[in-house]
C-alpha cells in the first residue's frame, strides 16, 4: 500500500483488494489495520479464525524446500526453513499453540475495524481436497459480517 503512490496512474481513493484461499486470509487481515482499501472480495478464503486454520492444517513443517518437493505433508507454503533461528522457530511453535495468542492475531475478533464493504464467494467444489478451503467455511465466512 505505501509504494501506490509512486505509481502515477494509481488512484489512491479507489484501492480494491482481491483475495483467493490464504490470499483471502491476508485480504481479511490488511482490512482490519488499513482503512485505505475501499472494497474487497474474498474468494474461497480460509478462516479468519487461525485456530480453525491450524486445526484444518496443521502449524506446518520444518525443512529445506525443494522445487515441487511435498515433505511432511506439508507444500512449500508450509514448510518452515531449517535456516531460521532456534528461538523464532520455538516462538512460532509456541504462538501457534496458545490459544490467546491465535485469538489477538485473528481477523475474527478484529472485524469491528473492518469499513470497506466485503464480497465473499465459495463455490460448491471448493475445499473437495485437503488443499481447498472448505465449502462450511462460507457460513461462517459469512457470518463474521453479520
Not at 480453525?52 to 496443521?58: K, N, S, V, Y
Not at 473492518?114 to 465449502?135: C, L, M, N, R, W
Request: hydrophobic letters at 40%; glycine letters at 10%.
Amino acid at each position: 500500500m505505501n509504494a501506490l503512490p509512486s505509481f502515477p496512474q494509481a488512484d489512491l481513493e479507489r484501492i480494491g483488494m482481491w483475495g483467493h484461499s490464504m490470499g483471502g486470509g491476508v485480504t481479511l487481515k490488511v482490512l482490519t489495520v488499513d482503512k485505505r482499501i475501499k472494497a474487497a472480495v474474498l474468494y474461497s478464503s480460509v478462516s479468519a479464525d487461525f485456530t480453525d486454520i491450524i486445526e484444518r492444517w496443521g502449524p506446518g513443517c520444518l525443512g529445506d524446500v525443494i522445487e515441487g518437493e511435498v515433505a511432511f505433508g506439508c507444500n512449500s507454503s508450509d514448510i518452515l526453513p531449517l535456516s531460521l533461528p532456534d528461538n523464532l522457530v520455538a516462538s512460532y511453535f509456541n504462538s501457534v499453540a496458545d490459544p490467546d495468542m491465535l485469538e489477538a492475531v485473528s481477523p475474527l475478533y478484529h472485524l469491528d475495524f473492518v469499513t470497506a464493504p466485503v464480497q465473499i464467494v465459495y463455490g460448491t467444489e471448493d475445499g473437495k481436497t485437503s488443499a481447498g478451503t472448505p465449502p462450511g467455511m462460507v457460513e461462517e465466512n459469512v457470518r463474521w459480517f453479520y
